[in-house]
């Protein structure tokens, strides 16, 4: 039994990371207001730029950072689009999504196939002796402990910091943020920002450490499942730690079902984790009737006069 | 020089045309220059791609077949898109309308042409609506996000068309290949004349200006107009709402079904995986640029579909990746989001206050 289910956690965290760096990216840019939907297209292009920039330099570290900058730079567009020439948010991230699946896809032809330096598992020193514990979360690349440390960063910044306390306002109400001499639309292109940074990372960890070779396709869906799970997590990071896990759970077991042989066909199999999406977003509207998300998301800041 | 911005008075006349044609101006632009970066002739990869879009009969032949899916995908969408239902699934929707057309060509290949042929539509428009169907009841009754949810069932969709030709519907002559039997003739919709084009076409213009006249002259056409402005909005109207939500909904996924059925049945011919290249997706591009109007929406899923005739004609010429068309198609939605900023404000110079 349990030679069977560690491995199993243990590959589930693994799984869930890359969903927990997008998750949180488009969080944080929710708080701000902004609901971008392009995180699909942002997953696969920082995946490229990452597999790039670490096949080229031969750095995964550097690799990792191109991921961030390139998830930060195509939100960028998004910030133009919404914030600046007031276009709708949700045609906007569709259309970003639509942009980087192309790019990835056109740009990525040479590299299919190829393998570039990636980050390896490792025993975290000290930690990965904890019986059970350590099998499952202390056995895995630098990237895996990164995402750890992030949601509570994420949960100190928005609890602790007035940068953070600015930013929720500028979710929450960007008029009476603009009158308490804050400024919302500075506010809200660091949010979309800094999620569209996250995202990328997560992007990186897709090429970089889950598969070291790159294919076509690799974000797979995980980026309109983390758009999900932040309905889900209701806006707080420590629930999307639990999601993000559920889905890497149901992702790795799907895989492990198919490598153990089974007689379930493989499509029934796949269908999996879009299925539990939507459980997942029936299960949150039953249980948190009162929960809404940032009250401004989705509403651009008309400019005055 | 700063600027300020200022609302405009009255509407910009021509300004969207203008925004759409900059748009697609700029687009083109970037487009040379990735042409350029894969190290070919851009000026050269233009006229490939302008030869391949409208230079022939052959290609004006091409584009018109693949604007037919376009327009019915793209229309169903807009229908849902005005009153604010972000419906996000043509995509899968056009799949379950495939299988359901699929389901009925096997089952009764031999019934003659004019009884198995509208039952393939009606199959289609059901099952398409009934999976767009899904997702309004559950934001109606349980408030999940429909963009989401339609988005997941285009996934599942296309997982289980997969799962039909790889298994149970699998011919057994097939060499092992996902795909279904060939359907008898009686379930295939015939050519106009000697043409390539067939009467899926005609198809097209009467669901066109049917979907026109319902939004004209029916109460419930006009009530879907009013609700456009909201749910609240709806509420004062005394409309009801939710049944209107649905009602559209499964309209919405029915056309996309259409869709479905006339390109297995006149295109493929037979079920297959090579039926999803993207259609649910480039109709939200379409129905967008068309401003949601039935009409635009013809002109631009001719456009659209054109330059995926023309991007055909570069992959085979100058090897440039399909995905060329893709980079397009978003490019273009990005630029004119960005540039109707200009359909409502001016910018002007700053004047110094003294």
Not at chain 1, 264 to 274: Q, V
Not at chain 2, 309 to 323: D, F, K, R, T, Y
């Amino acid at each position: 039994m349990w030679e069977f289910l560690i491995p199993l956690f243990a590959a589930t965290v693994q799984s869930g990371t890359p969903i927990l760096y997008a998750t949180l990216g488009e969080m944080m840019t929710e708080k701000g207001g902004v609901l971008n939907l392009g995180v699909e297209g942002i997953l696969s292009v920082a995946a490229l730029a990452a597999f790039w920039t670490s096949l080229a330099t031969g750095s995964p570290w550097l690799g990792f950072l191109a991921g961030g900058i390139c998830g930060m730079a195509f939100a960028s567009l998004h910030a133009f689009v919404c914030i600046s020439c007031l276009g709708n948010q949700v045609v906007s991230g569709l259309a970003l999504t639509i942009l980087g699946t192309g790019l990835t896809h056109y740009l990525g032809v040479p590299y299919v196939g190829l393998s570039a330096p990636g980050f390896t598992p490792f025993d975290f020193p000290v930690l990965s002796q904890i019986p059970m514990i350590g099998d499952i979360f202390f056995k895995h690349d630098m990237l895996v402990y990164i995402s750890f440390v992030i949601p509570f960063i994420f949960w100190f910044f928005f609890k602790r910091t007035s940068l953070g306390l600015h930013v929720t306002a500028t979710g929450e109400m960007p008029a009476a943020a603009a009158a308490a001499g804050l400024k919302p639309i500075a506010l809200r292109y660091f949010a979309v920002l800094t999620g569209g940074f996250l995202i990328g990372l997560g992007g990186a960890y897709l090429s970089l450490a889950y598969t070291h070779l790159w294919t076509n396709g690799l974000s797979g869906g995980r980026g309109w499942i983390a758009v999900a799970l932040v309905i889900f997590a209701f806006w707080r990071p420590g629930r999307a730690v639990v999601g993000a896990y559920l889905f890497g759970g149901v992702m790795a077991f799907q895989l492990r079902l198919q490598a153990y042989g089974t007689n379930l066909p493989s499509s029934l199999l796949l269908m999996l984790p879009y299925l539990l999406t939507i459980f997942v977003l029936i299960l949150s509207a039953w249980r948190g009737r009162r929960v809404d998300g940032p009250a401004a998301l989705g509403t651009n800041i008309e400019p005055e006069g | 020089m700063p600027l300020k911005i200022r609302k405009r008075d009255e509407p910009w006349k021509w300004g969207a045309l203008v925004v759409f044609l900059g748009a697609l101006l700029f687009s083109l632009f970037v487009s040379a220059l990735l042409i350029e970066g894969q190290g070919k002739d851009a000026l050269h990869g233009m006229m490939v791609l302008w030869q391949g879009s409208f230079g022939n009969l052959w290609a004006l032949e091409g584009a018109l077949l693949k604007a037919i899916p376009l327009f019915l995908c793209s229309l169903g969408v807009a229908v849902a898109f005005r009153m604010q239902i972000w419906n996000i699934g043509a995509e899968g929707q056009f799949a379950l309308g495939a299988i359901g057309a699929t389901w009925a060509a096997l089952l009764f290949p031999n019934l003659p042409g004019v009884v198995l042929l509208p039952l393939m539509f009606l199959m289609a428009f059901v099952f398409g609506g009934i999976w767009a169907f899904i997702p309004a009841f559950l934001k109606l009754k349980l408030r999940v996000n429909e963009i989401i949810s339609t988005l997941m069932l285009n996934y599942i969709a296309i997982l289980l068309l997969d799962y039909l030709v790889f298994g149970v519907w699998k011919d057994p002559a097939s060499f092992g290949f996902p795909m279904t039997p060939e359907f008898s003739v009686n379930a295939i919709i015939p050519h106009i004349g000697s043409n390539r084009v067939h009467w899926g076409l005609l198809f097209c213009a009467i669901v066109g200006i049917g979907l026109w006249a319902f939004m004209r002259f029916t109460r419930l056409g006009f009530e879907l107009q009013a609700s456009g402005e909201g749910a609240r909005v709806a509420k004062y109207a005394k409309i009801r709402y939710g049944l209107l939500v649905m009602f559209v909904m499964f309209l919405s996924g029915g056309f996309a079904g259409f869709a479905g059925c006339i390109e297995t049945s006149a295109v493929l011919n037979r079920l297959q995986p090579s039926l999803i290249v993207g259609y649910g997706y480039t109709a939200i591009v379409v129905a967008w640029l068309a401003r949601l109007e039935p009409l635009n929406i013809a002109f631009a899923s001719f456009l659209l579909a054109a330059l995926r005739v023309g991007v055909e004609n570069l992959q085979l010429e100058l090897q440039i990746p399909a995905a060329f068309g893709v980079i397009m198609e978003g490019m273009i939605l990005l630029t004119v989001l960005a540039g109707q900023f200009f359909l409502l404000y001016t910018l002007e110079r700053k004047q110094r206050q003294d």
